[in-house]
């Protein structure tokens, strides 16, 4: 079992940055990848970006070169930086573990970017 804690959600305007958290239970070094998706009414969540144990970074087409994930092992933390947010970067965003047993999900935490 693995929980998942996310933090880091806000109001922010256009342009605006901020730093979402997600903080697992156990050693990352337990987990084969780690990312983060997010989800709007009506629609499926997606990858936002994707970290693997080794460090190997995948990002979705609308977050290269804004958002930046990356992960602290000591801290069992994955970060995702997200810099010059957009209206369409508004979603519940959620942190997702994968280990070879089995999929786990955070609770979410919402992103709001305003015009």
């Known amino acids: 079992q693995v929980q998942l804690v996310e933090s880091g959600g806000d109001s922010v305007q256009t342009g605006g940055s901020l730093r979402l958290s997600c903080e697992a239970s156990r050693s990352l070094f337990s987990i084969s990848d780690m990312g983060w998706f997010r989800q709007t009414p009506g629609n499926q969540r997606e990858l936002v970006a994707s970290i693997t144990k080794g460090g190997i970074t995948n990002y979705a087409d609308s977050a290269k070169g804004r958002f930046f994930i990356s992960r602290d092992n000591a801290k069992n933390t994955v970060y995702l930086q997200m810099n010059s947010l957009k209206p369409e970067d508004t979603a519940v965003y959620y942190c997702?573990?994968?280990?070879?047993?089995?999929?786990?999900w955070g609770k979410g935490t919402l992103v709001t970017v305003s015009a």
């Open positions: 997702n573990a994968e280990t070879i047993f089995s999929n786990y």
